[in-house]
């Protein structure tokens, strides 16, 4: 057909950003470790005296 594959935008763009993140990963690997603890009741509800925020986890894709 003579006409290139464009391919998905959305799967290019994560694609540069995880290449972007890998030498981060040990560190975003700690930060989700301490989302998941900051998620059980008794630590969220200590966080939330603190502040509005609230623990979100990555999500994998």
Known sequence: MG???????????????????????ADLEQV??????????TQAAKLRLKTSLRPKLRQET
């Not at 006409?3 to 990963?25: D, F, H, K, W």
């Not at 989700?32 to 009741?41: A, H, N, Y």
């Open 3 to 25: 006409i290139p594959l464009v391919g998905c935008a959305s799967y290019r763009l994560n694609l540069a950003v995880r290449t972007l993140l890998e030498p981060r990963e």
């Open 32 to 41: 989700q470790s301490l989302m998941k603890r900051l998620r059980t009741l």
